[in-house]
C-alpha cells in the first residue's frame, strides 16, 4: 500500500517529513507575529488564523498531491506523535494557552490532519470493501443464529453483566455529566465547564502576584531552602503535574527495567526484588513518608546543610509530583520489564548481525518493540496520578483537580456543587482520552508478540567495570531511595522512626502500635471493616468478572460483546473520585429518602452497601483481567467436546471451565483484595459520611487531615498491615500459583 | 444409523464464504472425507455437522430429521478433534466416562464400559494416567475412546492423525479404518492429507474456497477427476493444452496435444469442444508392448530418480516434459530414447477454463 503510493510519485516524493516542516513554517510564522505582539490569552486575531490555515491547508495539499503519510499509522515513533497531537492541540486551544506552547500545537497540527486524512481515507477504504463484499442474509435467519449460540445461560451472563454495568457504572457517570450541566440560575448550559476553562482560579496564565516556584527563608536562625513549584491554576497544576509525573516514572522505569532484564552482574537478584518494593500500597503514610524524607530534619537536608549551609524542604506541588513520582515509576517498570524480557531475542540479534550496536540498536529496535508495552504502564501512572488524593493530602496542596473535587465533599453541606461535577467530568475526561488514545496505539502495535509460542531465554550479558560502577553508583542508590518510603512506614510503625521527625532510634522500638490495632476497639473497627468490605467486594467482583470473562471470550454479538468487554476494562480510566461522585449523586437521586442515600444524614446512611458496590465496580478490571486470561487459556475445543457428548452450558461452564481457571480466578481475587483494601477515594468521601463504617483508609486520611501526632504512628501501623497483605499477596500468586504476570498494567 | 443429508449449506464469518451452498449425501454406515487445502470450508462443514456453527443458509438433515437448529448436546455425534480437546483436570478414565455419566449411566456400566472401550484402542492399565502424562498417540486413541464409548449415531474426526509422526499415522490409519468397519458407524473425516484420504475413504468429497468440486469413490477421484483443481490436488499430474479433434467412442475423446505433437485418445466426462486440459497421472504412463496400438508416442529420458519403490523418470516428449513413473526394476540410461503408451481410460480431458 505505501509502496505504491511513493512510486505513484517517485519525481517529487513528499513524505511525512515534508508534511511536519509545513507546520513548523507556521509555526515559526506564529511565534514571529506572537514576539513582535504578545497577547496574555486567547488568540491574536486574523494574523494568527493565518497560522492555523497554513497548518491546516498544506498539508491537505501536500496529501492531496500524493504525499506519503502511511507513517503516521505504521511507524512507532510518528504514530505516537500523531495521538499526542489529537489530545494537545484541542487542549491548547481549549485553555486559550498562547506563546510557546501553543506554536508547538500549530507546529503539530499538520501532523494531526495527516493523521485524520489518513484514518478517513482507510476506513473509506475498509468501508467500501466490506459493502462489496457483504452477504445478505434474511434476518430471521440471522436472529435465529444469534439465539442459537445464545443459551439461557450465556444469554443470562450477557444480560446481567451488561445490566449491573450500566446500573453502577455507565448511570452514575452520566449523572455527573448531567449535573455538569447544571449551570448557576441565568447562566448558559456550559458556564461550569467556562470557568474550569477559563477561571482565574482554574487556569493561571497570567500571575498577579508574581511567585518562585523556590525561595529561602530563614527558620530558627539557618536558613531554610523551600521547594514548593508554581502555581498555575487548579486545572494546569493537575495536568502539568500528571505529564511530569508519567514522563519522568516512564524514563526512571525504562531504564531500571532495561538493565535489570539485559544485563548480568553480582547481586542483580536482590535488586530486582528491591524494585518492587515500592509498589506496596500504603495510602497517605507513603506520602507522608517522604515528606519526612525531604522535609528539614531528612536526609537530603543535612546533605545540602553540611555542603552548602542550608537546609531543604520540598513541599506543596512539588512535594506531590516527588511522591507520586516515588511511588508511581515501579509501575512502568513492571511493565517495561515485561516488554522486554517478551521481544523475540532473534530479532535484536539479526539487527546486530546487519551491524546494529549500542544506543542505535536500543533506538531502532529494543524501544520501539517495547513501546506498546511500556505505554500502557505509563498511561496508568497518568490516570493514578491524575486522581491521587494521597499526596495532596499530605502535602496540604489544595490547587489540584483532585483536591477540589474532594473539597466538595468535605463541606458537610450536604450538598455537592455542580462545578465539582464538571471538574469530575474534565478529569474523567482527560483520563479517558489519554486511556483511549493509549490502547489504540498500542492496539495498533501489537507486534512485540510476533513470534508466539516458543519460550526463549531473554538476551542478557555481563556488565564491564564501567557498567558496574554506573549500576552500583546510580542504579542501586535509586533503588534503594525509591523504597525509602515504604522502609520508614514500617520504622514508624514499628516506633524506630519517630512521628515528626527523620531519626531512627532503635532504642524506642516496640510492637505496641501494630497491636494496638486489634486491641483498641476503635482502631479494630477500622482493620475490621476494611477487612469484611474488602472480602464481600471480592466476592462479588470475582462472580461478576467470571460471568463477563466467559460471555465475552464465548459470544461474538455485534456491538453487545464488544460493549460489555469495554465496559469492564473502563473503570480502569475512571479517576476514583468521579466513581464517588457518580455515586454520591446516584444514590441521593435514585434511592433518594432510603438507606442507600448519602443526604439521608449520618444515622440513616448505610455507607457499608455503597462502598462495597463502588469497591466492587472501581477494582473490576484487576480481576477481570486475570479470569478473562484464563477463559482465554481454556481452548473452545475442550468445552465442544463436552458439549458434543451431551452437557448442557451450564455443565460445561461448571464442570469444564471454572476447574480449570481456578488458579486465575484465585489470583484475580488476591489482586482484588489488594487494591480494594488500599482503596482511597471513594472511601475517604462517601466513608466520611458514616465514620463509624469508615474503612482503614479513613482514618489514615483523617489523622493527616486533623494533624494528630499520636495518629500518625497508628496509621503507620495500618500502613504495614497493608504491606504485610501485599507481601503474603505477591507470595502466593508467584509462588503458590505460578503466575508471574505483572501486577499492575493495562 | 444416521444418514447425513447437507442442503445448500452456507457459512459466511464476516466477509468471508466459508462453506458454499454445499450439497452432501453421508450413507448410514460410511466412511466419507472431506479432503481439501486449509481454509477451504472443510473443518467447518464438520462443525455445521456437529452443531457448533450455525448456517446462514441450509439445512442438515440426520435421516430425514432437520437437525440444523439442534443444540450440539442433543445431536448424539460424537467428534474427535485435531488438538484431540482432552480434558487436562480429568484422568484417562473420566475422560472417557464423562459422556456416560452424562448419560445417568450406573456406575457399574459405565466401568465396563470404558473398560471395553480402553480395550478397543488398546489403552487398558492408562485409566489413571492425566492426559499430559501420555504420549501424542496414546492421547489420540483416548480422545478416540472418548467419542466411541457413548455409542454415537455418527462419528466426526477432524484431522485427527495430523499431530501424530509418520510412522504412528500409518499405523493409526488402519486401526481406525478396522474399527469403523467394524463398528459400521456413519464417519465423517477431514483431512488435507491425500493419502488418508484416498486409503481409509468409501467415498471422497474435494473441497476448495467453501465449494465442493467432486464426490466419488477414491480411484474415481484420482483417475477422473472432473476438474484441474482435484487433478492437482490429488496426486501429481502432467497437465497439458489440447484441442478436441472429435470423439473418439464411448465417453472419449480424440485430443490433439500440440506441445508433444500428436493425438491421443482419452476420456472425457462431458462432450467437450475446442481447447482442453489434459490430465496425465505419472504411473498411468508406461513402456509400449507390442499389444499396445494407440496413444503410442516416442520419449527421451531426462533423467532418473530412483525412489525405493519407484523409478521417477523426466521424460521429453516433442516441447512436452513430463513425469512418469516406472517399476524400480527399470533400467534406463539417461538420453535414451524410449516408446511409451498412455491407456486411453487413464488420460482425461478437461474444460480448459475448470
Known amino acids: ?746 | 444409523m444416521t444418514r447425513i443429508r447437507l442442503v445448500n449449506v452456507t457459512k459466511v464469518f464476516g466477509t468471508t464464504v466459508a462453506v458454499d451452498h454445499v450439497n452432501l449425501e453421508i450413507e448410514s454406515g460410511e466412511f466419507f472425507t472431506i479432503i481439501g487445502p486449509s481454509g477451504c470450508g472443510k473443518s467447518t462443514t464438520l462443525r455445521i455437522i456437529a452443531g457448533f456453527e450455525v448456517p446462514e443458509e441450509g439445512q442438515v438433515f440426520f435421516n430425514d430429521k432437520d437437525v440444523t437448529f439442534v443444540k450440539p448436546y442433543e445431536r448424539g455425534t460424537a467428534m474427535v478433534f485435531q488438538n484431540y480437546a482432552l480434558w487436562p483436570h480429568m484422568t484417562v478414565y473420566e475422560n472417557i466416562a464423562y459422556g456416560l455419566r452424562l448419560r445417568g449411566l450406573p456406575e457399574e456400566e459405565i466401568k465396563k464400559r470404558v473398560k471395553e472401550v480402553l480395550e478397543l484402542v488398546d489403552l487398558v492399565g492408562h485409566e489413571n494416567r492425566y492426559p499430559i502424562q501420555l504420549s501424542g498417540g496414546q492421547q489420540q486413541r483416548v480422545a478416540l475412546a472418548r467419542a466411541l464409548v457413548v455409542e454415537p449415531s455418527v462419528l466426526l474426526l477432524d484431522e485427527p492423525l495430523s499431530n501424530l509422526d509418520a510412522k504412528l499415522r500409518l499405523e493409526m490409519r488402519e486401526e481406525l479404518k478396522n474399527l469403523q468397519r467394524r463398528l459400521g458407524i456413519t464417519t465423517v473425516y477431514v483431512t488435507h492429507d491425500q493419502i488418508e484420504a484416498l486409503s481409509m475413504s468409501d467415498r471422497i468429497a474435494v473441497m476448495n474456497r467453501g465449494r465442493i468440486l467432486q464426490v466419488g469413490k477414491p480411484d474415481e477421484l484420482y483417475f477422473r477427476p472432473r476438474n484441474l483443481f482435484v487433478a492437482d490436488f490429488l496426486g501429481r499430474s502432467n497437465i497439458l493444452d489440447g484441442t478436441v479433434v472429435g470423439p473418439a467412442g464411448e465417453g472419449q475423446l480424440l485430443v490433439h496435444v500440440p506441445s508433444i505433437g500428436a493425438d491421443l485418445v482419452m476420456h472425457a466426462y462431458e462432450n467437450l469442444r475446442g481447447k482442453v486440459k489434459v490430465i496425465i497421472r505419472p504411473e498411468s504412463i508406461v513402456r509400449a508392448r507390442p499389444e499396445h496400438n494407440i496413444n503410442l508416442i516416442d520419449a527421451r529420458v531426462i533423467n532418473t530418480m530412483f525412489l525405493g519403490d519407484k523409478l521417477e523418470v523426466r521424460l521429453r516428449v516433442g516441447e512436452a516434459s513430463l513425469i512418469a513413473y516406472f517399476p524400480n526394476n527399470e533400467r534406463l540410461g539417461v538420453d535414451e530414447t524410449i516408446r511409451i503408451h498412455i491407456p486411453p481410460d487413464r488420460v482425461v480431458a478437461l474444460e480448459a477454463s475448470g
Not at chain 1, 476506513?123 to 442459537?148: D, G, V
Not at chain 1, 449491573?164 to 448550559?189: D, E, H, S, Y
Not at chain 1, 475526561?429 to 490502547?439: E, S
Request: glycine share 8%.
Open chain 1, 1 to 746: 500500500m505505501a509502496g505504491s503510493i511513493a512510486s505513484d510519485s517517485l519525481e517529487r516524493s513528499y513524505d511525512i517529513r515534508h508534511v511536519l516542516g509545513t507546520g513548523i513554517i507556521a509555526a515559526t510564522l506564529y511565534y514571529l507575529l506572537y514576539y513582535v505582539e504578545p497577547v496574555e490569552r486567547g488568540s491574536l486575531g486574523p494574523e494568527e488564523a493565518l497560522a492555523w490555515l497554513v497548518a491546516i491547508l498544506l498539508p491537505l495539499a501536500l496529501i492531496a498531491r500524493g504525499a506519503d503519510v502511511s507513517k503516521v499509522r505504521f511507524s512507532f515513533g510518528w504514530s505516537f506523535a500523531a495521538i499526542i497531537s489529537y489530545v494537545y492541540v484541542p487542549l491548547i486551544l481549549l485553555l486559550g494557552v498562547p506563546g510557546l506552547p501553543r506554536a508547538v500545537a500549530i507546529a503539530i497540527t499538520p501532523l494531526m490532519v495527516a493523521a485524520f486524512a489518513y484514518s478517513l481515507k482507510e476506513f473509506i477504504t475498509q468501508y467500501r470493501a466490506m459493502k462489496s463484499k457483504q452477504i445478505r442474509m434474511p434476518l430471521h435467519r440471522r436472529i435465529r443464529s444469534t439465539l442459537y449460540k445464545l443459551d439461557l445461560l450465556l444469554a443470562s451472563f450477557l444480560v446481567g453483566g451488561l445490566t449491573i454495568l450500566t446500573v453502577f457504572l455507565l448511570i452514575p457517570v452520566l449523572l455527573i455529566l448531567w449535573n455538569a450541566f447544571t449551570p448557576p440560575i441565568g447562566q448558559p448550559f456550559y458556564a461550569n465547564f467556562k470557568r474550569i476553562f477559563t477561571s482565574y482560579e482554574y487556569v493561571r496564565l497570567i500571575e498577579l502576584t508574581p511567585e518562585k516556584p523556590w525561595l529561602f527563608i530563614n527558620e530558627g536562625g539557618t536558613r531554610l531552602l523551600l521547594i514548593k513549584g508554581k502555581n498555575y491554576g487548579i486545572l494546569l497544576n493537575s495536568m502539568i503535574n500528571s505529564v511530569i509525573v508519567t514522563s519522568v516514572a516512564t524514563i526512571l522505569g525504562i531504564i531500571v527495567a532495561f538493565v535489570l532484564s539485559r544485563y548480568e552482574f553480582p547481586g542483580k537478584r536482590i535488586l530486582r526484588v528491591l524494585a518492587l518494593i515500592p509498589l506496596f500500597v500504603t495510602p497517605f503514610v507513603n506520602s507522608y513518608a517522604i515528606k519526612l524524607i525531604f522535609g528539614p530534619t531528612g536526609p537530603i537536608s543535612r546533605i545540602t546543610e553540611i555542603l552548602f549551609g542550608f537546609r531543604t524542604q520540598i513541599d506543596g506541588l512539588a512535594g506531590v509530583t516527588l511522591a507520586q513520582i516515588m511511588a508511581f515509576y515501579p509501575i512502568v517498570y513492571l511493565n517495561a520489564y515485561a516488554a522486554f524480557t517478551s521481544i523475540d531475542p532473534s530479532l535484536e540479534e539479526q539487527a546486530e548481525n546487519l551491524g546494529a550496536r549500542g544506543f542505535k540498536l536500543f533506538r531502532t529496535v529494543t524501544l520501539p518493540l517495547a513501546l506498546p508495552g511500556i505505554a500502557a504502564g505509563s498511561i496508568i501512572v497518568f490516570i493514578f496520578s491524575l486522581e491521587d488524593l494521597g499526596a495532596p493530602i499530605v502535602f496540604s496542596e489544595r490547587n489540584l483537580m483532585s483536591y477540589a473535587i474532594y473539597q466538595n465533599f468535605i463541606n458537610y453541606t450536604g450538598t455537592i456543587l455542580p462545578e465539582a461535577a464538571a471538574l469530575g467530568f474534565v478529569m474523567l475526561a482527560l483520563a479517558l482520552v489519554g486511556f483511549l488514545a493509549i490502547k489504540s496505539y498500542v492496539g495498533l502495535r501489537s507486534y512485540a508478540m510476533l513470534s508466539k509460542g516458543g519460550r526463549w531465554k531473554p538476551r542478557s550479558r555481563k556488565l564491564g567495570p564501567l557498567g558496574l560502577a554506573a549500576v552500583y553508583l546510580l542504579l542501586l542508590p535509586l533503588v534503594i531511595f525509591t523504597m525509602m518510603p515504604q522502609l520508614t512506614v514500617t520504622m514508624m510503625a514499628l516506633n524506630i522512626v519517630p512521628a515528626n521527625t527523620f531519626k531512627i532510634q532503635l532504642g524506642e522500638a516496640t510492637l505496641r502500635y501494630f497491636l494496638a490495632l486489634f486491641k483498641d476497639p476503635h482502631l479494630f473497627m477500622y482493620v475490621r471493616n476494611t477487612l469484611s468490605y474488602a472480602l464481600t467486594a471480592v466476592v462479588l467482583a470475582v462472580t461478576l468478572s467470571i460471568i463477563i470473562a466467559y460471555a465475552v471470550t464465548r459470544t461474538r454479538i455485534r456491538f453487545v460483546t464488544g460493549f460489555l468487554d469495554a465496559l469492564s476494562t473502563i473503570p480502569l480510566a475512571i479517576p476514583g473520585l468521579v466513581v464517588a461522585l457518580g455515586y454520591y449523586y446516584f444514590f441521593s437521586s435514585v434511592f433518594r429518602g432510603t438507606s442507600l442515600d448519602p443526604t439521608s444524614g449520618p444515622t440513616v446512611f448505610q455507607a457499608w452497601i455503597v462502598l462495597i458496590l463502588a469497591y466492587t465496580i472501581r477494582k473490576l478490571p484487576f480481576v477481570v483481567r486475570s479470569v478473562y486470561a484464563g477463559v482465554q487459556q481454556v481452548h473452545e475445543n475442550l468445552e465442544e467436546a463436552a458439549m458434543n457428548l451431551g452437557a448442557t452450558r451450564r455443565q460445561t461452564v461448571f464442570g469444564i471451565v471454572l476447574p480449570l481457571i481456578v488458579a486465575y480466578v484465585v489470583s484475580g481475587a488476591i489482586v482484588g483484595f489488594i487494591y480494594i483494601s488500599t482503596e482511597v477515594s471513594t472511601s475517604i468521601t462517601l466513608g466520611a459520611i458514616r465514620p463509624d463504617q469508615a474503612p482503614m483508609t479513613f482514618y489514615m486520611m483523617d489523622v493527616f487531615l486533623g494533624g494528630q501526632l499520636e495518629g500518625i504512628q497508628y496509621v503507620a501501623a495500618m500502613g504495614l498491615l497493608l504491606i504485610l497483605f501485599q507481601l503474603i499477596a505477591i507470595i502466593i500468586i508467584i509462588y503458590g500459583l505460578k503466575q508471574s504476570y505483572a501486577f499492575i498494567g493495562a
